[in-house]
Structures are given as C-alpha cells and as structure tokens.
C-alpha cells in the first residue's frame, strides 16, 4: 500500500522555523498528488499545501507566504519548509500520496 511517513516535527518558539519531510515507504515514486494537512484534538484535520508532480504547488490562506513545500523524486521525499511559525501553527502534521493511506504524523508545537 502508498504511504508516507512524516518527520522533522518540534517545538519551537512563534517566529521560528521547521522543515518536515515526507519519505514514501513500500514503493518507489508517489505518481500523484502529496499533500500536507495537520489537526488538531477535537477538530477536523485540515488542509495545509500540496505539491503535483509537476511541480505545482497549492497552500492555505493561513499559510501562504511563511509555508513552502517542494519535492524530490530521487530520493521520494517531499518536503513542508515552515518559516515565521505561530502559535495557531501547533498541530499534527500529516502527508499522503494521492488518496492513499496517511503517514503516522510528526508533532509541532509552536509556543509564543
């Protein structure tokens, strides 16, 4: 089965930086869509970027402009650049392929 697993999550001050990644497990290339999203408890998990395989990216309002992702193929890795970092930001963050399975997540806490 597709899946991602997350990484890079922490805590770090408002204004501060994270980069996450997003390495395919179980199969060579994501021919799809990557998309992020994070949640928090008792909310719906909501959508933060998505990067196709052309390159095209898409963001949330929220974060446009501070967020960046990109993706490498030679090493099935996409990557979340989080930059200026706000206490709203704390969440769960989660990537999949496409529709496929999501990845365990990676933690990040924003602290102002």
């Known amino acids: 089965q597709v899946q991602q697993v997350e990484s890079g999550g922490g805590s770090v001050q408002a204004g501060g930086s994270l980069r996450l990644s997003c390495v395919a497990v179980?199969?060579?290339?994501?021919?799809?869509v990557i998309w992020w999203y994070r949640q928090v408890p008792a909310k719906a998990r909501e959508f933060v970027s998505?990067?196709?395989?052309?390159?095209?990216?898409t963001y949330a309002d929220s974060v446009k402009g501070r967020f960046r992702i990109s993706r490498d193929n030679a090493i099935k890795t996409v990557f979340l650049q989080m930059n200026s970092l706000k206490p709203e930001d704390t969440a769960m963050y989660y990537c999949?392929?496409?529709?496929?399975?999501w990845g365990p997540g990676t933690q990040v806490t924003v602290s102002s």
């Open positions: 999949r392929c496409g529709d496929g399975a």
């Open positions: 179980g199969y060579t290339y994501c021919r799809s």
């Open positions: 998505g990067i196709g395989t052309d390159g095209s990216t």
